[in-house]
């Protein structure tokens, strides 16, 4: 019994001793911990199921964006992650679709396949009427000609649509030529120049059309919907599937004597005008380094047509695992590692911009803004994480490079020394911390997914999920331990996306 205390005394000094001794890079001991915490005891679906199943759109500025919020807040409370908070920003108006109906009576019965605009005004009444095509002018003149036939009048307002979207992006990860980045262009429809075009959009909002239908370049049934809040005076606005519309515009080109049914209600939401991120962390243990950050982060809203399932419920779900791992097998970060889930991001990376500005924007945050290490973004694309986009810094590629080496059977496999845009590490890399988002797939991404009525849970692999989040935990504990340092991109204005 009394050499009980002797054991007792190893063991504390075992205890105490073992966390430093795991404060390194590329320790074997935290990738297998990782590994199997990210494998067996996974909660990326439990996370990916609530956005997406139970939440399901998560609009900016809508009651459902605020629950996924507050859930994402709850949960990460729950796991004994320090400071889970929501911050907010002024964002505008909510906006919420209670009703649209878009049929043809006559000559034969069809509904159609068709979304309303984000922050699209309602139809005065339920209309039924013949339809006005006007897509088919070859100048704003004569578009002008007809303007007080438009007044109520429910208008096809764009050219039967030619030119589809049909290609994907280059394939990052399989690629042996240099990667395009950002998605192909849209098509242009139609004969008018710009000009006329601007013209007939000014006499539409003039003349007040009881609702505008328009298409997009999806095909088969993919709608491409987005939308911004135009203010009081903007006409009511419905995308249709291209198909459709298109047939309903050759219908009445032939002269064929259609009816249709339109009736769209909205509501604009004021009573909480704000936008919200959700931050957590695992607080850094090193006295030297804990008040530097490992920021993790994903944007967590997503466009109204479908649940958001790849943009970005899977990234969201991925980053809050990936910090349920770390802290689960009781991984002892030299840095903090906080995961942020930003607002407003699909309105032009708001949340983030509205974070840095908070934090780390002038003179006064610059103790603030050089002690975020890096920032991890995860966003673009779906799939496995290949690896990472370098953002033309070969020192980074090489940090990568080193992170990645044990991670091949999970298909880490290439780091692309060249950088993207339009997501939310953009608004980081602006105040010059360095940003970086992984390398994934863009399979039928460009053609079906991104911004439509189809980006829903059949879109997203478990096996992927998972493999998501441990590469994060990973990457992020390797951040959090290293004493390299990421260079730091020259500041500059911020550009909309
Ligand atoms: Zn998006």
Redesign the pocket.
């Given at each position: 019994m009394k050499r009980l205390p002797i054991a007792v005394a190893c063991l504390t000094f075992l205890c105490l001793s073992m966390p430093l001794a795991a404060q390194r890079e590329g320790d074997p001991a935290i990738l297998q911990k990782i590994r199997a915490e990210g494998t067996e005891r996974s909660e990326v679906m439990t996370m990916f199921d609530q956005f997406v199943t139970v939440i399901g759109p998560r609009l900016t500025g809508s009651p459902e964006y605020k629950a996924a919020a507050d859930w994402a807040r709850a949960k990460l409370a729950a796991w004994g992650l320090a400071r889970p908070s929501l911050e907010s920003w002024e964002f505008g108006r909510g906006w919420a679709l209670d009703r649209l109906v878009v049929e043809i009576l006559e000559p034969r019965y069809m509904p159609l396949i068709a979304y309303a605009e984000a922050w699209s005004a309602s139809t005065p009444r339920e209309l039924v009427a013949a339809p006005v095509y006007v897509g088919g002018a070859a100048t704003a003149a004569d578009v002008a000609a007809i303007k007080d036939k438009l007044a109520g009048a429910i208008v096809l307002s764009q050219p039967i649509v030619t030119g589809f979207v049909r290609e994907d992006r280059v394939q990052p990860a399989t690629s042996e030529t240099s990667v395009r980045i950002g998605a192909p262009p849209m098509p242009r429809q139609g004969t008018l120049n710009q000009a006329d075009a601007r013209q007939v959009a000014q006499t539409l909002r003039e003349a007040r059309p009881g609702a505008i239908l328009r298409s997009s370049a999806g095909e088969h049934g993919t709608v491409f919907v987005l939308g911004r809040d135009q203010g009081e005076n903007a006409s009511p606005t419905i995308v249709l599937a291209a198909e459709h519309y298109n047939m309903v515009a050759r219908m009445v080109e032939k002269n064929v004597p259609v009816r249709m049914r339109v009736h769209m209600q909205t509501r604009f939401l004021t009573s909480d005008t704000k936008g919200y991120n959700v931050v957590a962390e695992l607080p850094g243990t090193d006295p030297a380094l804990k008040d530097e950050v490992v920021l993790l982060g994903a944007?967590l809203d997503?466009?109204h047509t479908s649940t958001?399932a790849t943009?970005?419920a899977d990234g969201s779900a991925a980053a809050m695992e990936a910090l349920r791992i770390l802290k689960a097998i009781g991984a002892r970060p030299r840095r903090t590692i906080r995961v942020a889930l930003w607002g407003g991001?699909?309105q032009g990376l708001l949340g983030a911009r509205e974070y840095v500005k908070a934090h780390y924007a002038g003179d006064l945050n610059r103790d603030a803004r050089e002690r975020v290490a890096v920032y991890l973004n995860l966003?673009p694309g779906m799939g496995p994480i290949y690896g990472w986009y370098s953002e033309g810094n070969a020192a980074a590629k090489g940090i990568f490079d080193a992170w990645g080496a044990p991670l091949k059977d999970l298909g880490v496999l290439k780091n692309i020394e060249a950088g993207i845009g339009?997501?939310d590490h953009v608004a980081f890399r602006e105040a010059g911390i360095p940003g970086f988002n992984p390398v994934q797939d863009y399979l039928t991404y460009d053609v079906r997914t991104?911004?439509t009525n189809v980006d829903t849970y059949e879109r997203i692999r478990e096996q992927d999920l998972k493999q998501n989040a441990i590469v994060l935990a990973w990457i992020a504990y390797n951040a959090a331990v290293t004493d390299q340092k990421f260079a730091r991109p020259e500041p500059r204005a911020p550009r909309q996306p």
């Open positions: 944007h997503s466009w958001g943009d970005n991001e699909e966003d339009s997501t991104h911004h």
